[in-house]
């Protein structure tokens, strides 16, 4: 569609926007948002994504509670987040327009479906009787509202194909990315492309594929005719690295992860879960994946998840179970049989916003104490918590190689947001990655010691059923050392206790140190971990660009600790740590290093905003 | 991963191959050794390797058990052996996985799992050895309990009314159902060694004597003296005859059951033919309690049609590797919209 982009208008140069489509949830908005996003990836901008979405599936029609959400922002520069500030805003309704709305930065774009905006809608979604936000000039002055009316022209424009009114009403959402392709300049190939397969696909209406197509050019075409736009905007690509890129989100980016991890090891991966909100996806990601001899299983229970994966550990297999914050609490005691038998296991917990059922699609870094502390006994597992969407890749595979390396339980800590968030990823050379060691003992003339121990990672022997001559028992029972016989003895379950602690430490030697980006030494290190990588890092640049002394470092080993950290923490005068909870990491690091370290929480079910994150490093410098 | 067969024939092997060099540390006198024994002398019968068993147990008295076999074992968490069993299972199919479990453990915990496992028909053989109470715990009642009955969390009697595992289980799908006595070693090891070599979930309920917290609760049907006239011998294609002078029998009366007495014109012909294929038999067979009527001891359903789970999970992969040939992750990293930058 390029040929279509010379036009009589201005066209203004951005270096980002940061769009967010709001509707109904049935209004299709997250495979606009999606859509938008692949064009703005394969266009070459940088982008970050932001799906916000209500646990109900379809809440009553046009209600504020049913408002579906998805934030883009693409960029020509490096960015991290998908924007603090809204600067277009597309409202399929009155509700969507009314959650929204305040997000949208002052003078922005806001683009509304005028037809949902009647009397009807309007009180629907709690606006007082003979109100309009439209006719509200206090509120429209504030912002560039422009007022289409997409369900109208949208059956317009479709009047012909002799389609249903249902029919032809699904369709606005691709009228509405269409007039959004055309006020920012994009190909609309993409979506023809992806619309023409997806739809493809069913047989027996192979006529909405057409449909959709037609009205997604019927919105260009409407931006381009209609003058209704001053001005076009332009946001050229960003400066990546040369190599093979794709969008992925956090939850693909753990399923790639666990395949290229079983590869990698070269052995079987077996995946259990209950199903569980946000981290559902990965059981479905996985289980279309049997061609890679990847089983999965959805159990009948969060316990029985996790005792399956343990069980196929037992067996040979690399067990995973994943789940969010109330399932792993239903795991906790599975998870301490694991520490106790040693074997490798791998628990994936996108955290969600708690607690108890909390708000479950909203996203929340609090399970970081329950997955340190949260078993009963000294139950020491390994921790670690991947920094955004397509870490999830590498941190995915980092968990089963400490897993077996260390023959114990690894908590991997994503969240809601990197898990639905989507960025651009360059797909890895995969002999770049390390093979993983995987020993099984083979029968040997000296009785076996199912509890002797690797000097080096004091990880015990991983024996498979099925060998002849290793016949043995595991059990979660204290146990001898070496023999690994039922124990009472003082002496012994002191040592063994220590073993296991200093076991989970030895992974400290295989870790990459803790990095630090800006001054080596100064006023401020933001210490960061898991998803608020983004935010931290953008607002660690901005104070820097505004001249202040601050530095930020980012924990993706939660424990053990990368083993500079004690280093790192004393070359700053003060440790601020921004999480969204109410100062776990801080509870740790203090008592761990005795720093009087300042926290910055906030637990709104949302990631920082990086303008509210720099404003409140501001306060404590000035403070 | 499954194991090789390796090609030298199989070991000659003695009860004593499968005793652990552990000591048993139950009660004296407990149901669990006449079990234990009965165990240790089925599984050289069996054309298995030893060391392809593994026992699984949860948390109890006889969730020691493992600990005593000389085989691979795993000695878990209450209530959740059969998903330790389960993930065993799904990682290699070729392995021989027993459950040993009492009836805290299979049946009030791990309840829930009890149900999917059997409903799975996940090929594992099941070891429910039930007395009635807790022991472990030291002697609150127990989901098979009867009501009533006076402990010490229920000193004014038990409010709960008895759980029926045959009938669960029968409820449940489970395809392999027998009911066995922990003091009849014969008949134990005939239905272990059916059970064993089942394809599916084989569970058996053992009538097992706690003599410090529960003795006798199951005296009725174990002791020589009263067992002919309080249990009825399952045999297929047999009719239900029971008695110390074997004239008795059970006949149909509508859709219930009822004892009577052979002779007088009523003869064997007159009696229920026990089918282990049918489900519906079993489960009312489930329903014969003491004393209205002698309780079934043996095979109450064998039903070798259903596949495993095990094997459809392993059939879908291999299904799933004939249409898209073994998957490669390069592919699969890029089955998406990509971009190149140059």
Not at chain 1, 291 to 299: M, N, P, R, Y
Not at chain 1, 380 to 389: G, K
Not at chain 1, 420 to 429: F, L, M, Q, S, V
Not at chain 2, 298 to 305: E, F, I, N
Request: with cysteine; glycine share 8%.
């Amino acid at each position: 569609m390029k040929e279509h982009s010379v036009t009589d208008r201005s066209v203004e140069d951005l270096d980002a926007v940061a769009i967010r489509f709001c509707g109904d949830s049935g209004d299709g908005m997250q495979l606009t948002g999606g859509q938008f996003t692949s064009t703005s990836a394969i266009f070459g901008n940088d982008f970050a994504t932001f799906p916000d979405f209500p646990a109900e599936i379809r809440a009553p029609k046009g209600t504020t509670y049913g408002v579906s959400g998805y934030q883009v922002q693409f960029a020509s520069t490096d960015i991290h987040t998908p924007g603090d500030r809204v600067n277009a805003m597309v409202a399929m309704n009155p509700a969507g327009f009314k959650v929204n709305i305040d997000d949208v930065e002052l003078g922005g774009i806001v683009i509304v479906n005028e037809d949902e905006f009647t009397e009807v809608n309007l009180k629907k979604c709690g606006y007082p009787q003979g109100y309009s936000p439209l006719e509200d000039e206090q509120l429209t002055s504030k912002y560039r509202v422009f007022r289409v009316g997409m369900s109208r022209l949208t059956r317009e424009s479709l009047a012909e194909t002799g389609m249903g009114a249902k029919d032809i009403d699904r369709c606005r959402n691709m009228y509405a990315l269409g007039i959004v392709y055309w006020l920012f300049d994009r190909p609309l190939d993409a979506t023809i492309r992806y619309l023409q397969d997806y739809y493809g696909k069913r047989k027996d209406r192979p006529e909405i594929a057409a449909m959709n197509v037609r009205a997604l050019k019927a919105g260009y075409y409407f931006g381009e005719t209609a003058e209704v736009f001053p001005v076009r905007y332009r946001v050229a690509p960003a400066r990546h690295e040369p190599g093979t890129y794709r969008r992925i989100s956090g939850n693909e980016a753990v399923v790639l992860g666990l395949v290229a991890a079983a590869q990698k090891a070269d052995t079987q991966l077996t995946y259990a879960s209950y199903p569980i909100t946000p981290a559902s996806d990965i059981i479905h990601g996985l289980a279309r994946l049997k061609h890679f001899g990847i089983k999965t299983l959805q159990a009948e229970d969060e316990i029985a998840a996790v005792c399956k994966a343990i069980g196929a550990a037992f067996a040979g297999d690399i067990g995973v179970t994943g789940t969010s914050g109330p399932g792993l609490a239903l795991k906790t005691e599975a998870i301490g049989m694991a520490v106790m038998l040693e074997l490798p296991l791998v628990v994936i917990n996108v955290q969600r916003a708690g607690p108890s059922t909390g708000m479950p699609t909203k996203t929340e870094q609090a399970d970081l104490l329950q997955a340190m502390f949260g078993r009963p006994g000294e139950s020491p597992c390994i921790v670690v918590a991947p920094r955004s969407p397509s870490d999830c890749f590498h941190m995915a595979i980092e968990a089963v190689r400490l897993a077996i390396t260390h023959m114990c339980p690894v908590i991997y800590l994503s969240d809601g947001y990197i898990a639905n968030g989507a960025e651009p990823w360059r797909i890895p050379d995969l002999d770049t990655i390390p093979p993983i060691r995987v020993k099984h003992p083979t029968a040997s003339d000296t009785p076996f010691q199912p509890y002797a121990r690797d000097p080096e990672t004091l990880a015990r022997p991983w024996a498979i059923p099925g060998v002849p001559g290793l016949e043995h028992r595991v059990g979660t029972l204290e146990k001898q050392e070496e023999t690994g016989n039922v124990s009472y003895d003082p002496e012994n379950h002191e040592k063994m206790a220590h073993l296991r602690a200093a076991k989970v430490n030895r992974a400290a030697g295989s870790i990459p140190p803790l990095e630090v980006r800006g001054p080596e030494t100064g006023d401020i290190l933001l210490l960061g971990w898991g998803g608020t990588y983004g935010a931290i890092t953008t607002a660690g640049d901005r104070l820097r660009e505004m001249g202040h002394s601050v530095a930020t470092a980012h924990l993706r080993y939660l424990n053990p600790f990368p083993p500079n950290i004690e280093q790192v923490l004393g070359r700053y005068k003060t440790i601020a740590i921004p999480e969204i909870n109410l100062g776990q990491l801080r509870q740790i690091i203090r008592a761990r290093y005795l720093i009087d370290a300042v926290g910055i929480n906030q637990v709104r079910g949302k990631s920082f905003r990086v303008d509210d994150l720099t404003e409140r490093v501001e306060a404590l410098i000035k403070h | 991963m499954t194991t090789a067969q390796p090609p030298t024939p199989l070991p000659t092997y003695k009860p004593k191959d499968f005793a652990s060099d552990q000591d048993v540390r139950w009660c004296p006198g407990c149901g669990d050794y006449a079990v234990l024994a009965t165990v240790r002398k089925t599984l050289p019968k069996l054309a298995r390797r030893k060391e392809d068993y593994v026992f699984v147990s949860g948390i109890g008295c006889a969730a020691r058990f493992p600990y005593y076999m000389e085989t691979y074992g795993v000695h878990s968490i209450h209530g959740r052996a059969l998903s330790v069993a389960t993930g065993i299972k799904l990682a290699n199919p070729a392995l021989e996985v027993c459950v040993v479990c009492g009836d805290g453990d299979l049946l009030s915990i791990g309840g829930n799992h009890t149900i999917h496992t059997m409903r799975r028909n996940v090929d594992i053989t099941i070891l429910l050895l039930n007395n009635r109470i807790y022991g472990l715990t030291k002697g609150q009642y127990s989901p098979t309990s009867e009501f009533g009955k006076v402990t010490k969390s229920t000193p004014m009697g038990s409010l709960d009314f008895p759980l029926n595992p045959l009938a669960v289980a029968v409820g449940s799908g489970c395809t392999f159902l027998a009911r066995c006595i922990d003091v009849d070693a014969p008949g134990l090891g005939s239905v272990l060694q059916r059970a064993i070599e089942h394809k599916g979930t084989s569970f058996m309920e053992i009538y097992q004597d706690c003599n410090i917290f529960n003795h006798e609760t199951w005296f009725y049907a174990s002791q020589k003296g009263s067992r002919p006239d309080t249990t009825i011998q399952l045999e297929h294609g047999k009719p239900l005859v029971f008695g110390t002078d074997r004239d008795k029998g059970i006949r149909r009366s509508d859709c219930r059951l009822e004892v009577v007495q052979l002779g007088n014109g009523i003869t064997e012909d007159d009696l229920v033919v026990h089918d282990e294929t049918d489900r519906t038999l079993a489960f009312v067979l489930s329903q014969m309690h003491h004393p209205e009527f002698p309780e079934p001891i043996g095979v109450l359903l064998a039903d070798p049609s259903r596949p495993t789970y095990d094997q459809l999970v392993h059939d879908q992969i291999a299904e799933a590797v004939k249409k898209n040939g073994t998957g490669s992750i390069e592919d699969l990293l890029r089955d998406t919209e990509t971009w190149e930058v140059t």
